[in-house]
């Protein structure tokens, strides 16, 4: 696996509850 290839891999899953009224891509906004 090239280093591409490597940028592409997943590394981790993180489960969240999330709370009623945000969306998913919110969820992740507030991540990143």
């Given at each position: 696996?090239?280093?591409?290839?490597?940028?592409?891999?997943?590394?981790?899953v993180?489960?969240?509850?999330?709370?009623?009224?945000?969306?998913?891509?919110?969820?992740?906004?507030?991540?990143?």
């Amino acid at each position: 696996m090239d280093t591409e290839q490597m940028k592409n891999v997943v590394s981790g899953v993180l489960v969240i509850d999330k709370p009623i009224g945000l969306t998913s891509h919110d969820v992740v906004q507030i991540i990143r």
